[in-house]
C-alpha cells in the first residue's frame, strides 16, 4: 500500500543531542516537504525538495537540515537540540502533476529538555 | 492579509450542519483544500476545488468558493461525533508548489 511513514512518532531528548527524523514514502512522489506545528498555529513549511539531491529552505527559518540522496527519503536532522525545538513535524509528499495534492505522515512530536 | 486565517473554534450539536470559513490570501491562488486532522495524527485531505469553481460536492461535503472575496466555506452535512477535528484551510498560491496553510480551526461536535 502506498503511504508516507515517519519515525520516531514521539521522541524526548536532552538539550544539546543531535536527532535526525525520518521521512519515507512509497508513491514515488518527485515532491517532498517538512512542516512545522505548533498548537493553534498554522503549519510551516521548513525544507521542500523537488527531486533527489535537490533541497530548499522553506518560509519558516529553522535550523534543522535535510538531505535527499533517494527520491523515497527525505530525513530532518538537528545537529544540536534545544527547547526551542519542542514542537510537531510534519512530513509531505506530492506528485509533480494536477493538483499537487499532499500527502501526509502521521507526524513526530519532539520534545527537547 | 499574509495568512490564511480561519476561526479558531466551533461547537455544532450531532445531527446539525458545521460551516466551517476560510479567508485566503492570493486571488490567483489555483487550487484550495481542505485537510482534516484527527488527534495524534497527520493531516488527511478532505477535499479541494479549483479556482474556475463556484462550489463543489462530495457526499457530506460542500465546498463555497468567493473568488471576489477570497472565501472558503466547508459545509459538513449531518454533523457526527467521528467529525469532531481540526480543519485546515490550504492555498496553492500563483508560482508556488507548496501549501499555504491556516491555523486550523478545532470542530467539537457535541452528542
Not at chain 1, 86 to 105: D, H, M, P
Not at chain 2, 25 to 33: A, C, E, I, Q
Not at chain 2, 101 to 111: A, N, S, W, Y
Request: hydrophobic content about 30%; overall charge negative.
Amino acid at each position: 500500500e502506498a503511504d508516507i511513514y515517519q519515525t520516531p512518532r514521539y521522541l524526548v531528548i536532552g538539550t544539546g543531542k543531535k536527532i535526525t527524523l525520518e521521512c519515507s514514502q512509497t508513491m514515488g512522489h518527485d515532491k517532498m516537504y517538512w512542516y512545522q506545528q505548533d498548537p493553534g498555529m498554522e503549519l510551516h513549511l521548513i525544507h521542500y525538495s523537488y527531486g533527489v539531491n535537490s533541497t530548499e529552505k522553506g518560509d519558516l527559518s529553522s535550523e534543522s537540515t535535510v538531505s535527499r540522496i533517494r527520491t523515497e527519503h527525505f530525513p530532518l536532522t538537528l545537529e544540536s537540540a534545544r527547547p526551542s525545538h519542542t514542537s510537531q513535524y510534519l512530513c509531505a509528499s506530492s506528485s509533480a502533476s494536477g493538483a499537487n495534492v499532499l500527502t501526509f505522515g502521521a507526524g513526530s512530536r519532539l520534545t527537547v529538555l | 492579509g499574509e495568512d490564511v486565517e480561519q476561526s479558531l473554534f466551533l461547537s455544532v450539536r450531532e445531527g446539525d450542519s458545521s460551516v466551517i470559513n476560510c479567508t485566503y490570501t492570493d486571488s490567483s491562488s489555483t487550487y484550495l483544500y481542505w485537510y482534516k486532522q484527527e488527534p495524534g495524527a497527520g493531516l488527511q485531505l478532505l477535499t479541494y476545488i479549483f479556482s474556475n469553481m463556484d462550489m463543489k460536492q462530495d457526499q457530506r461535503l460542500t465546498v463555497l468558493l468567493n473568488k471576489k472575496d477570497k472565501h472558503l466555506s466547508l459545509r459538513i452535512a449531518d454533523t457526527q461525533t467521528g467529525d469532531s477535528a481540526i480543519y485546515f484551510c490550504a492555498e496553492r498560491k500563483t508560482g508556488a508548489n507548496n501549501l499555504f496553510f491556516g491555523t486550523g480551526t478545532r470542530l467539537t461536535v457535541i452528542p
